[in-house]
């Protein structure tokens, strides 16, 4: 998608750093408390990729957002601007 857009991409600028349980055996709200503290900014990435920067997360499927807010929760306070999610498909319970 960053490549049709000509939009830098950065794969491993936030990465898994808790083993978490696969969302879809889970409940709201155990995916909430699932996804808490799973993530971190990677070795490869520098201050000045994030700060003051607006990044987009793209995330196959929302169904409560909670893998995009973790996510997002760790680029803020690592210094980005703005942090917006994207998703390929709604899950259960969205119409």
Do not use: H, W
């Not at 499927?61 to 680029?75: F, N, Q």
């Amino acid at each position: 998608m960053a490549k049709n857009l000509n939009i830098p991409y950065q794969r491993d600028l936030v990465i898994r750093s808790k083993n978490t349980q696969a969302q879809k055996l889970l409940s709201d709200k155990e995916r909430i408390e699932n996804t808490k503290n799973a993530f971190s900014t990677s070795e490869n990435t520098r201050k000045y990729d994030i700060i003051n920067k607006r990044i987009m997360i793209v995330d196959d499927i929302y169904t409560t957002g909670s893998t995009i807010d973790s996510m997002a929760k760790v680029l803020i306070a690592s210094g980005a601007k703005e942090v917006y999610g994207l998703c390929i498909a709604i899950g259960r319970g969205f119409s």
